[in-house]
């Protein structure tokens, strides 16, 4: 599975995880040039505090485009680490 937005592949991956109908993409397989911390968190009953990332891409800012469970409920351990994507990112599947 790739995550590309605006052209630039985000990530890359054999081992994703699919949680809720989202592709959870491991922590190796992500291109970190792409990707800034960013202070929002949410909260899923099950999964636990979620935080964010901003993508840049050539100049153009995709705000709290992926998240990631750092420290997830024992329900969803097999996510921890691994990141999702929304927004206007497709997830495309080879």
């Known amino acids: 599975m790739k995550a590309v937005w605006n052209g630039a592949v985000l990530a890359e991956s054999d081992r994703c995880e699919t949680v ?4 959870y ?4 397989s992500l291109n970190m040039t792409y990707f800034r911390a960013s202070t929002t968190q949410s909260v899923c009953g099950w999964k636990g505090t979620a935080n964010y990332y901003t993508l840049v891409v050539n100049g ?4 709290d485009a992926a998240w990631v469970y750092a ?7 097999q996510i921890k680490g691994y990141v999702a994507f929304w927004r206007g990112v ?3 599947k080879d």
């Open 20 to 23: 809720d109908g989202n592709a």
């Open 71 to 77: 420290a997830p409920k024992d329900a969803a351990k």
């Open 60 to 63: 153009n800012e995709n705000k």
């Open 25 to 28: 993409f491991p922590p190796e």
């Open 90 to 92: 497709q997830i495309q």
